[in-house]
Each structure stands twice: as C-alpha cells, then as structure tokens.
C-alpha cells in the first residue's frame, strides 16, 4: 500500500508541480499554458538527466528538480513584488 501511494504522490507532483509553478506569474491562460509545458519539459529532462548521473529513481529526481523550480520560481516573484513595493 506505501508503494502505490508513494506512486501518486509522485504522479500529482509531476502534474500539478509544473502548473503551479506557470501559475506564479502568468497572468492569461495561453501564456499559462506555455510556461506549464516548458516547465514541464524543462522539469522533466533535467530530472531525467540527474537521476541519470547520480543512479537514483527518476520519478523521484523529477518531482525534486519540479520542486526545486517551483520553489525558485516562488522566491525570485516574492522578491520582485518586495522590491516594487519599496520604490
């Protein structure tokens, strides 16, 4: 049972990861889908590629580099909006 729910969290991560991340500083839907679908290919391949090079499950190397976007993504836009409201 840990392992099938282990699967779908990694499933949504790899889902939602990417869309999420679109959705921090698209502001129309086109362009929302575009930045989810290079996000996602970006995510994707260099998940696949560290997992590649370090011999690790990719899924999980995936869903990583999808947080790590995610997480990047999230500061430089809190960062930027700080930096707008102090001029």
């Known amino acids: 049972a840990a392992f099938h729910a ?3 969290l990694l499933v949504i991560a790899l889902v939602v990861a990417p ?3 679109a959705h921090l ?3 129309r839907l086109p ?3 575009g930045w989810t679908v290079t996000f996602a290919l970006v995510g994707a391949g260099a998940g696949f590629w560290v997992s590649f ?3 690790t ?3 999980a190397a995936m869903a990583v580099f999808h947080g790590l976007m995610f997480l990047t993504v999230l500061l430089g836009v ?3 909006s700080r930096r707008h409201r102090l001029r």
Do not use: E, M, W
């Open 57 to 59: 499950a990719t899924s």
């Open 78 to 80: 809190h960062h930027a």
């Open 19 to 21: 869309a999420a991340t």
């Open 6 to 8: 282990a699967g779908a």
């Open 53 to 55: 090079a370090t011999d």
């Open 25 to 27: 500083f698209a502001t």
């Open 31 to 33: 362009s929302l889908i």
